[in-house]
């Protein structure tokens, strides 16, 4: 059972990025889902939950409207889309798969299988 996160990199404010997880030994389908981030000095913290059937979503505040969760059943691989990235979302991201009824709070105990997480900055 792997989760393997790619697609991070330095990109400046206002820049976008696109974070895909691949799955290898089960299918994703089955499982809610959701990406993590943790900045330095800083705790591990939900950024967006998406259950199962795709029909509960979570958005943290600090990224509504720039951050979208998805999956693509087909390739065992989900993504997080990043757009009008700031400085303050630099952090490693980490996808995760959690636990059902952690979708709406998209805490960091809900997550069970892990990444090893992606390194995102975003220069001033």
């Known amino acids: 059972v792997q989760l393997q996160a790619s697609g991070g990199g330095l990109v400046q404010q206002g820049g976008s990025l696109r974070l895909s997880c691949a799955a290898s030994?089960?299918?994703?389908?089955?499982?809610?889902i959701g990406w993590f981030r943790q900045a330095p000095g800083k705790e591990r913290e939900g950024v967006s939950c998406?259950?199962?059937?795709?029909?509960?979503?979570y958005v943290a505040d600090s990224v509504k409207g720039r951050f979208t969760i998805s999956r693509d059943n087909a390739r065992n691989t989900m993504y997080l889309h990043m757009s009008s990235l700031q400085p303050e979302d630099t952090a490693v991201y980490y996808c995760?798969?959690?636990?059902?009824?952690?979708?709406?709070?998209?805490?960091?105990?809900?997550?069970?299988?892990w990444g090893q997480g992606t390194q995102v900055t975003v220069s001033s």
């Open positions: 995760a798969t959690i636990k059902a009824d952690q979708v709406t709070s998209c805490a960091v105990l809900g997550g069970f299988y």
């Open positions: 030994g089960f299918t994703l389908a089955y499982y809610a």
């Open positions: 998406i259950s199962s059937s795709n029909r509960r979503i």
